[in-house]
């Protein structure tokens, strides 16, 4: 399954480092997702883009800052990260934002902060 | 606020034999999408089954199948005919209709025994 791709698959980085993981979608889709997720917790949305407009924003700290250029393409620029950042970061992408659609999702980016 | 509940955090089933995930949520809306995702040792997660809440037929595919019982606000995954490649973590979902939101809950974590 190669309909959501994720880049870098692990990542390590210092607290003042700046990096972004890239996530693009090959299956047409109009909505795109960031998920952080860390153990023992359940899956966090973090962002939600439909037709390249945020439309869920959820109370995410500003050290991580979304872009989606196009339907097909989601960043996550991160900076001035903190250890209890470090998590696997999950990008999806669906069909439709608000229909009950479920969702695609890529491998993950393990992120480490040191 | 919506909740999912997973009050298995780990379960093991002999390969061939059936087991039963379950789920429950809290919710006061009345349109509504339920979905099973497994997420493999691998990473990525994958869809298993989605039920739409005002269906009241329970949804299955292939070897899995669901109990709904949306008095009971109960969603439990079946599993027959357990193989080796069925062990993952197995993740319950829920998501409002018109409102891309999905609430995950805590996992259970899978084992299929040879």
């Known amino acids: 399954e190669t309909g959501v791709t994720q880049t870098p698959r692990h990542l390590v980085m210092g607290m003042t480092n700046k990096k972004s993981l890239k996530c693009e979608q090959h299956l047409g889709h109009n909505a795109m997702y960031w998920y952080k997720q860390s153990a023992k917790k359940p899956l966090e949305l973090m962002f939600v883009?439909?037709?390249?407009?945020?439309?869920e924003n959820n109370s995410v700290p500003s050290r991580f800052s979304p872009e989606c250029p196009n339907s097909s393409h989601l960043f996550l620029h991160l900076h001035t990260l903190q250890p209890e950042d470090s998590a696997l970061y999950l990008c999806?992408?669906?069909?439709?934002?608000?229909?009950?659609?479920?969702?695609?999702f890529g491998d993950g980016t393990r992120l480490s902060i040191l | 606020a919506q909740t999912v509940t997973q009050s298995q955090p780990e379960m093991s089933v002999q390969e061939a034999e059936t087991v039963t995930l379950s789920c429950t949520y809290d919710t006061s809306e009345s349109n509504y999408y339920l979905f099973w995702y497994k997420q493999p040792p691998s990473r990525q997660m994958i869809l298993v089954i989605r039920q739409e809440a005002y269906k009241q037929q329970n949804a299955t595919e292939n070897r899995f199948s669901v109990t709904f019982q949306k008095a009971a606000k109960s969603f439990s995954l079946k599993i027959s005919d357990s193989q080796l490649g069925d062990t993952a973590m197995y993740f319950c979902a829920f998501m409002i209709g018109g409102y891309q939101k999905v609430t995950f809950g805590t996992g259970t974590k899978l084992q299929v025994i040879p």
């Open positions: 999806a992408s669906s069909l439709e934002w608000d229909r009950g659609q479920p969702q695609h």
């Open positions: 883009y439909s037709l390249e407009e945020r439309v």
